[in-house]
């Protein structure tokens, strides 16, 4: 009988992976993981001093993509440049995001097209734009990333509830698109983790608590709870999964 384990099946050494937001939060550290892990690794963003801030704490073969995603949609021109230090990505990580935290009746139209077009549009052109190298390759992975909003609404949140709620669906339909290319298509959606975006839940101290009791484990995340499923996620290990959303959230959506 052959074996059914092989010692690189988690591997993602020698792969190219491109993931996006990753100046900070959880984009940074599924960079800096995947690169530690062995992929090369293109890291974009919007801030230049802080890629290379990340390029600096990952200490791997890294490159880094300065665009802001959101204006850039569909831009041929940032593939070109993202495939340019290491080649075509074999993984794809939409971790760029943007919570305006503005109340239903004060949600502006700006505000409402800034989150949809980042967090919903600009995954899904990037990834459209990347596919066709991976399915030349028989082999690709694409992680989003959805959230507790995905599923639950929470004040203030109404236009990133929604945008995430879209990250849910657009996973699906990628999969549903692309897995029999070989491309699986799945979403991380994380609890609360110290982000910037999440500075002012965790800049109160009574909030922070009231989440973490709300866990099963009875505490919120930290980052490095999220790195051994984004890597999973990333590896041959996930080859038949795919449309799936795992929440890292402490058993959060349990409750």
Excluded at 26 to 47: D, E, F, N, P, S
């Amino acid at each position: 009988m052959a074996a059914l384990y092989r010692p690189d099946l988690f591997s993602v050494a020698g792969r190219v992976a491109c993931v996006t937001g990753a100046s900070s939060g959880i984009g940074r550290a599924i960079a800096t993981a995947l690169a530690q892990a062995g992929a090369q690794v293109v890291g974009v963003a919007r801030r230049s001093a802080a890629l290379e801030e990340w390029r600096a704490q990952a200490g791997a073969d890294t490159a880094a993509v300065v665009a802001d995603l959101a204006d850039e949609i569909g831009s041929a021109e940032v593939a070109e440049r993202i495939e340019r230090p290491f080649g075509s990505p074999d993984i794809l990580v939409n971790a760029a995001g943007v919570n305006p935290r503005q109340p239903a009746d004060r949600v502006t139209v700006e505000a409402w097209r800034a989150t949809v077009d980042l967090n919903l549009a600009a995954p899904f052109f990037l990834a459209r734009a990347l596919v066709p190298a991976m399915r030349e390759k028989g082999w690709g992975r694409i992680v989003n990333i959805a959230s507790l909003q995905s599923a639950r609404a929470f004040s203030g949140g109404l236009a990133y509830g929604a945008s995430k709620g879209g990250v849910v669906q657009l996973t699906r339909a990628m999969a549903e698109a692309w897995s029999r290319d070989g491309i699986t298509a799945n979403a991380l959606a994380p609890g609360f983790f110290p982000t910037e975006l999440t500075a002012p839940v965790f800049g109160d101290p009574a909030v922070a608590a009231r989440h973490a009791a709300q866990t099963c484990i009875g505490r919120n995340g930290e980052m490095a709870d999220l790195v051994g499923p984004a890597v999973f996620l990333c590896s041959d290990a996930a080859g038949y999964v795919t449309g799936q959303i795992l929440y890292v959230d402490g058993g959060y959506t349990a409750k």
